[in-house]
């Protein structure tokens, strides 16, 4: 009697079942493995995830910008907020003439402000240098002098105004003394409204 088995002879039923749990088994190592290969922490899959996620952009929140206060157009104006530039017109006065000048007024401050040509202010004329004036006219020795127009004006930021200022020749002391009429040669003016003041300017009397 021959000990060799016939091949095609049906395997017992124990045998079928070990098959199947060591598959099973092994069905499941695959998939754990590959669990691990994907969601670990250095794995391909967590990278890929975290790269996929935006990060959100940082909020920028703009300073709020002071809002500047209200102008008050009462506010007085100083030598900060206005430029005055005093021009005589004409340069050559003639023989008995009388000597006149433009008075430019530039507003160049920040805000409106108030200016009033009757507080602070004075027509001056006088010869010689800077360091030896000799006064010969100057309008605040006369407080009812005229020689500047009295006028109130609210300036806006770049507002440019006018105004003309003359001189009648006659030498003026303080406490309003008055001499003689001014012969010929060069002389200076310069005009203050509200304590400011232009920059003087030179003129000439032919006689």
Same mark, same amino acid.
């Given at each position: #009697?021959?000990?060799?088995?016939? %091949? ?23 998939? /754990? ?7 670990? $922490? ?6 890929? +995830? ?13 300073? $709020? ?16 907020? /206005?430029? =005055?530039?005093?021009? %005589?017109?004409?340069?050559? /006065? +003639?023989?008995?003439?009388? %000597? ?9 401050? *920040?805000?409106?402000?108030? =200016? ?12 010689? @240098? ?22 109130? #004006? /609210? =300036?806006?930021?770049?507002? +440019?105004?006018? =105004?003309? +200022? ?28 509200? @304590?400011? *003041?232009?920059? %003087? ?7």
């Amino acid at each position: #009697m021959s000990d060799s088995r016939d %091949p095609g002879a049906a395997l017992p039923r124990e045998v079928y079942m070990r098959r199947r749990i060591v598959a099973g088994i092994g069905l499941v190592l695959v998939l /754990v493995i590959a669990y691990f290969l994907i969601f670990s $922490p250095s794995g391909d899959g967590d990278d890929a +995830a975290t790269d996929s996620t935006t990060s959100p952009s940082p909020s920028i929140t703009a300073n $709020p910008t002071t809002s500047a206060a209200p102008a008050d157009a009462s506010r007085a104006c100083t030598d900060a907020d /206005v430029q =005055l530039t005093l021009t %005589p017109n004409p340069f050559e /006065v +003639a023989s008995g003439g009388i %000597p006149s000048f433009d008075v430019a007024i530039q507003q160049v401050g *920040a805000s409106p402000c108030s =200016l009033n040509t009757d507080a602070d202010s004075s027509l001056q004329i006088w010869s010689g @240098g800077e360091s030896n004036r000799d006064i010969y006219f100057d309008s605040s020795y006369c407080e009812s002098d005229a020689t500047i127009t009295s006028r109130q #004006m /609210v =300036l806006n930021t770049g507002a +440019a105004e006018s =105004l003309t +200022a003359s001189w009648n020749r006659i030498r003026v002391g303080e406490g309003c003394t008055q001499g003689s009429s001014a012969g010929e040669g060069y002389y200076w003016a310069q005009v203050t409204l509200q @304590g400011i *003041a232009s920059e %003087p300017a030179q003129f000439h009397i032919n006689g």
